[in-house]
């Protein structure tokens, strides 16, 4: 089955074959789309399989899905993540494809929303009979239509939150070193890559407090969602909250749905992101080579283990970073970090009026606790000197 089409041309009035296409996507959609069972489902997708003339309609129905969902707060990244984590490799794809659809008619959202575009597959589902794609099609919609309700992320009105100059360039170069440090099997050169790339991401935080301590700036706080996915979710979660707290901004985690939404401004929001993710993989490779060393004594490796080891690595990276973070302030940038500070306060607690504190489970494993802290000792998380 060809994966429909996206567009359609207006008319004043319907012809008995546009009428048909429409009709046939309805009956789909009311058999397949409010009802759970997969008899409901086939029901739906035979319909469709049956009538090639409904395709255009049901690929403009998925755009008005998917335009649907960002009425309800949801952004490109969130929607693959969701349909990934929910469904499969072949309803992302469709997804993707719907996105890139619908964003010819979309109002231009900021630099972030565009950069999730960019991110987008642009691999086609892979071919197969008409029954089994509009299965898949019907799957994606039945999930879409039951998305709920996020915290908007954008801007309030009037008080856009913009990039600043350059910024773009910068932290593609760390982004760059980063990725390099992960991929290397050398760990003198991993080190190096790293140290190379927190000594920017340093100086890159630093000029933006220098700047807005010379000129406030008058951009809001931003908000940015960063997927946290299982397994060990919880104290991924941690790990991220400490980032954020680090870096002057703050974490607030959705365990359903598999993300934390962090808020703050757009320099710190980028080193958040950009610092959370080099640790993560810091600490999946330090985990992997505590295990190895775990078993070449005899003990197999298990659950409580990595849940350990992952819970300490967070702790004790939020410990060095806390530190860090007492020295790198000087007196004169007191006032301007104060008001920033509650500028992303008083956005969080007009996104969350409502939070609630979740204690860490299945951390019982004192080796794996030891490994753990040993290792968040080992990583790279930048130093910064001291703001003159």
Known sequence: MTPPRTSRTSSTSETAGEAGESGTVDRAFRAAL??????????????????????????????????????????????????????????????????????????PRGRRWAAQLDELTTEEPAPTDRFSYATAVLQLYRLLLRLPTLEHLDAPVGRPSAAPAGESRVLGRIRALLAKAEATGFPEEA?????????????????????????????????????????????????????????????????????STVVGFEAELDAVELLYTSLLVQATTAMARAEAAQRAGGRKRTKTFRQSFLAAYAHRIGTRLAAAAETQVTEDLLPVLASRDVAVTDRLDRMFPETTTTRLRGVSDEAGWTEGAQAADRAQVGSRRRLE
């Not at 255009?56 to 490109?76: I, K």
């Not at 890159?204 to 940015?224: F, I, K, M, N, Q």
């Open 34 to 107: 409010y009802a759970a069972s997969d008899d409901a489902l086939d029901a739906g997708a035979s319909l469709l399989a049956s009538d090639p003339a409904s395709d255009a309609e049901l690929g403009l129905r998925g755009r008005e899905f998917v335009s649907a969902a960002w009425q309800r707060g949801w952004q490109p990244a969130d929607v693959v993540r969701i349909v990934g984590r929910e469904l499969g490799e072949t309803q992302t794809r469709l997804v993707a494809a719907l996105i890139r659809a619908q964003a010819a008619h979309d109002r």
């Open 191 to 259: 080190e190096a890559l790293s140290a190379k790339a927190q000594e920017l991401m340093a100086r890159h935080s630093v000029d933006e407090a220098l700047l807005a301590a010379r000129a406030p700036s008058p951009d809001a706080p931003g908000a940015c969602r960063i997927g946290v996915e299982p397994p060990y979710e919880q104290a991924k979660a941690v790990l991220l909250d400490a980032v954020a707290t680090a870096n002057h901004c703050r974490a607030v985690w959705n365990e359903p749905l598999g993300f």
